[in-house]
């Protein structure tokens, strides 16, 4: 029986060599934000809002023109924390 991953972490890789790490409950929530939200927008330079639900108080937004990449990463609850 294969595993179910308990979120997805999503690792934006920016043009200016940032790199941040948002996460997601499902593949079909970040499925949703990125159909709806990044792509329609792809090469705009007003700023667009990334969701972070597990930060009370904390929010990102960026600019989808300066998106170089995008990996998603399936995370398990058994994995071992990489620190």
């Known amino acids: 029986m294969p595993r179910t991953p308990d979120e997805y972490a999503v690792h934006i890789l920016l043009s200016s060599g940032h790199r941040e790490e948002v996460r997601f409950a499902t593949i079909q929530e970040f ?14 330079n007003d700023f667009i809002s990334v969701p972070i639900k597990n930060v009370q108080g904390e929010y ?12 998603v990463e399936p995370v398990f609850a058994g994995s071992v924390e990489r620190f």
């Open 31 to 44: 499925q949703k934000w990125y159909s709806g939200e990044l792509m329609p927008k792809a090469t705009s």
């Open 60 to 71: 990102m937004v960026l600019r989808p023109s300066s998106v170089s990449a995008i990996r």
